[in-house]
């Protein structure tokens, strides 16, 4: 078994541990109800996580994802209640804005060396500026006029969550783009090792830019729906720590952060295992304060992961 397959079935045996022991602690948690409510988180953050996978093997890391959503989910309804945008004219210019803030990222790190991390600590700050800084610190929402437009993240289909049909559409999209095309074989290839794939021809510059154009894409689109799913948006909390649900579900789920490899279902898996690690931790009623000690504790774990089937390929190398 290879170690991505390895890593997939062993995060679904996680996930399928952890959601047995909880129903069989609290039968509550099968409920219609509560799976429905899981499902919808899972597809709501599993944007932001997708959005992270494809920084992380290119061999980078995003710091900002969750202020970049913050960005577009404040200004979505600041820009149709307060300026007339239309929604359709109001949410395409925050993607494209979101778009262009993720091709700012890559050509800072490519053109002038700066590191990713400074990059997107630096763009965290910045873009949660604007947010409050634009909306006027003023909690920002849809009111009743656009009920129609919240469905896109409160409706159901077929009693499946809207949501969840996004994402899988965008799953879909993302694995077609790493494993069928040329510049998602690029960016796989960039990841693993990036002097190497220069010297094949790899425009590895702007394969790095495209990663962080297309995660700053996905966090604009996450953002939209989040702010269609609360409603209510308070510009300086809202989208807080997104980015660690976001890396720890990628990294959870087998994507290395040395770059080069990871899977759009070990993705979901993680973003799914995460989600339902936080429903278990309040029908548990063990306390919410150790929300980011679970994530910290996911994060240590993928990495130690990691690098314990890194040192066992390696050995099975020279064997």
Known sequence: ???AKGRIVGVAALLVCVMGATAALNPDFLGSGNLQNILRW?????????????????????????????LSGALVPWLLRHHGFSPGAAIAVLLLGCTLLGV??????????????????????????????????QVTGYGLEHDGLRQLAIGRWFEIPIPTFFLAALALLVHLFLARSVPGRWLCATGRNPVAAR???????????LAYALAALLAGV?????????????????GQSYELYAIAAAVLGGCSLRGGEGTVLGVLLGTALIR?????????GIPTQLEYAIIG??????????ELLRRLRARRATD
Do not use: K, W
Request: net charge neutral; charged share 5%; hydrophobic share 50%.
């Open 1 to 3: 078994m290879t170690g």
């Open 42 to 70: 899972t597809s709501l953050f599993g944007v932001l996580s997708l959005a992270a996978a494809l920084v992380i093997i290119s061999g980078g890391i995003d710091l900002s994802l969750g202020s970049v959503a913050a």
């Open 104 to 137: 700012l990222h890559g050509l800072l790190i490519t053109r002038l060396g700066l590191q990713p991390f400074v990059v997107t600590l630096c763009g965290l700050l910045i873009y949660r500026g604007l947010a409050r800084t634009l909306t006027g610190e």
């Open 199 to 209: 010297l094949c021809g790899v425009p590895t510059n702007g394969v790095t830019t």
């Open 222 to 238: 996450g953002g939209v729906l989040f702010s269609l799913d609360l409603n209510s948006v308070t510009p300086a909390q809202f």
């Open 276 to 284: 339902v690690l936080y429903n278990a931790t309040n029908l548990l």
């Open 297 to 306: 504790g996911v994060i240590l774990a993928g990495v130690v992961a990691d």
